[in-house]
């Protein structure tokens, strides 16, 4: 199941990042992590879940993440995205909590003093 509902002009979510997550085999039971903008949620963000086993993201309703996805910022997103993690989750996210694009990943670097 793919969709071009989250592509557009700053964001190329492609049918490759939603194939990526859709291999993960998250638990299908309660049908919420087979919706489309959880998967997308997963390439950002993630725990380890000890119920299943396996990284998981955060949930959030399709309304809230397609308010955030279409009024903040790349920067924004990927924080907010972060922040649905619970104190819990947050421990045990050293799978995957952090969001990086080039952007970021050059102000982090000239802020520590690296040149260009």
Known sequence: MTTNVYITDDRRLTKLMLDEVERWNMPRTDGVYTQEHIKLLA????????????????????????????TLSNSEFGDW???LLSADQLRNSFEHR?????????????????QV
């Not at 390439?43 to 279409?70: G, Q, R």
């Not at 952090?98 to 690296?114: A, E, H, I, P, Y």
Request: proline share 6%; with cysteine.
């Open 43 to 70: 390439a950002i963000v993630s725990y380890f879940d000890h119920k299943y086993k396996m990284p998981l993201p955060p949930l959030c309703s399709v309304e809230e993440f397609e308010t955030k996805i279409s």
């Open 81 to 83: 995205a972060v922040s």
């Open 98 to 114: 952090n969001w990086f694009n080039f952007q970021k990943l050059r102000g982090l670097l000239t802020r520590s003093g690296f």
